[in-house]
């Protein structure tokens, strides 16, 4: 175990739907990070958060949004969605978001659009 | 912008083989260079990690160096376990905050 968690383990929805999938770091984990990860892209970042802020961005379509809360927990949002955005997506986390840290993931979430 | 290029598998293996992973990057600067496994139905995990050219990364008798001069970062083992069948991804992470990771490398081993 981790000790970062995500909901919901699955998510089954349909094209054009918006779904929320939610992280909460490790506890004292100032950092937290975005993947998708798929058959044909394989693990791919997103976006990164350290303390409330954007601190790096990957490939992320602008139908996806994030944000880290005072809490430190994170949401990302998925809007418009499109069959080819059938995923898993992870979280991770790590203490201060240096790039020589350990990333911690999180079990992630298994999205399926229909 | 930066890369990693790690090879394709499956790699099978019989227990107690000798493994290697081959891991290539391009990046700008001095990553750190990264190898996370994933388990079946789970997230990754970290299993070693080098921060600077030369130092070598082990944990549960993998290990893997930091070779600037070839970017590479080979994982070995000298004795694999049924217990090592898993994903392996190489991955790097340098000066821009952006971590770039291989595509992955099942590895397989039979009894």
């Known amino acids: 175990d981790s000790g970062v968690t995500q909901t919901p383990k699955h998510l089954i929805t349909a094209t054009g739907q918006r779904v929320t999938l939610r992280c909460s770091p490790r506890s004292g984990d100032l950092s937290v990070y975005w993947y998708q990860q798929s058959l044909d892209q394989g693990l791919q970042f997103l976006i990164q958060?350290?303390?409330?802020?954007?601190?790096a961005k990957g490939n992320i379509l602008e139908r996806f949004s994030a944000q880290q809360f005072p809490d430190l927990h994170s949401e990302l949002n998925l809007s418009s969605l499109e069959l080819g955005d059938s995923a898993l997506y992870f979280c991770?986390?790590?203490?201060?978001?240096?790039?020589?840290?350990?990333?911690?993931f999180g079990p992630g979430t298994r999205l399926l659009v229909l | 912008g930066d890369s990693v290029t790690q090879m394709e598998g499956p790699v099978t293996l019989s227990e107690e083989a000798f493994l290697t992973i081959n891991c290539t990057y391009t990046?700008?600067?001095?990553?750190?260079l990264f190898w996370y496994v994933q388990y079946p139905g789970e997230g990754l995990q970290l299993l070693l990690k080098a921060t600077k050219a030369d130092d070598k990364g082990s944990n549960k008798g993998f290990e893997a160096t930091y070779r600037k001069e070839t970017t590479s970062f080979h994982l070995e083992k000298g004795s694999v376990q049924v217990s090592d069948s898993a994903v392996h991804f190489c991955?790097?992470?340098?000066?821009?905050?952006?971590?770039?990771f291989g595509r992955g490398t099942s590895l397989i081993v039979h009894p």
């Open positions: 991955a790097l992470a340098g000066g821009s905050y952006i971590p770039t």
């Open positions: 958060y350290y303390n409330g802020e954007e601190r």
């Open positions: 991770a986390s790590s203490p201060g978001g240096g790039p020589q840290e350990t990333q911690y």
């Open positions: 990046a700008t600067g001095y990553p750190s």
